[in-house]
């Protein structure tokens, strides 16, 4: 078994002639996950799909290293996973529009509240709040400025991003995958990798220059940060095993809700906080 993620069951199997990895799905985004993994596959951006049936995706096996660990600068990781986001979104996904659903702000966040007795009641209003307020901007937003949806893959963490022995690199697990706006993946992989937010800027900057038609729409970039925050520390809190703060997921959940609280600040939006939740 390979253990190297945070929450699949992942096994590497090999035979007479050939190695293979071998994923166990998700059953409410499988087939999102596999119509999103063979698009992307057939643009040389993810491994090749060998079989796949509602429970499992069985793809070529790519003797690699994630970005997260490989001996690289964090500059690079960064122009690394951002030319693989450039090249997805800027595949046509027409043909495949109606096997990936559009994001869904509410429908995200009630996934991720599958542990009910690990909140109060008063906790639960203010998680209710935030999604309402969070939803409500973004989709105003969206709606006002006309931005255009990708095909988003929509956890562009670095522990999904491989670098093989001839350092090319490969996106995998597509479990998040959405139709969204440019925004949101620019947003999560800010938030999912703890890039700093004074680094915004720069990283917009460089994903124009990959793509330069590409007109970032600033507003909505800092509401799906928030939003990219906020889902982040419910999803390390849906996977904490221990309630108490050494847990390494209450210790992740406190930093990306620390950063909500400071960006929303930042950002000089009234939002409730997060961290005193956690306390």
Sequence with gaps: MLVDGMSHTCFKVTTISQV???????SETAKEEVV??????????SPCIIYHDDSWL???FIDSITVNKAEISADKCIKTG????????????QLIMEDIPYLNTVKSVQRLCTTPTTLTRVQRRVLALITDRLTFMIEAEQKSSGVVNVLSHGDMNYSNILLD?????????FECSHLAPV???LSMFIAVNNIPTHRINEIVASYMVLVPNFRPNKT???????YSFFINGLWYLDN???????DPMKSLAIEQWSAFDNFAIESLLNLPKLQPLLI
């Excluded at 293979?20 to 998700?26: P, R, S, T």
């Excluded at 951002?82 to 996904?93: G, R």
């Excluded at 904490?240 to 050494?246: I, N, Q, R, V």
């Design 20 to 26: 293979y990895f071998v994923k166990k799905l998700n």
């Design 36 to 45: 999103a993994c063979r698009f992307a596959s057939q643009h040389g951006l």
């Design 58 to 60: 069985v793809t070529e």
């Design 82 to 93: 951002l030319t693989l986001m450039a090249k997805l979104h800027q595949l046509l996904p």
């Design 165 to 173: 022995k001839a350092n090319q690199a490969w996106l995998i697990d």
């Design 183 to 185: 925004e949101f993946d």
């Design 220 to 226: 909505l970039l800092t509401y799906y940060l928030l």
């Design 240 to 246: 904490a095993k221990d309630s108490e703060a050494k």
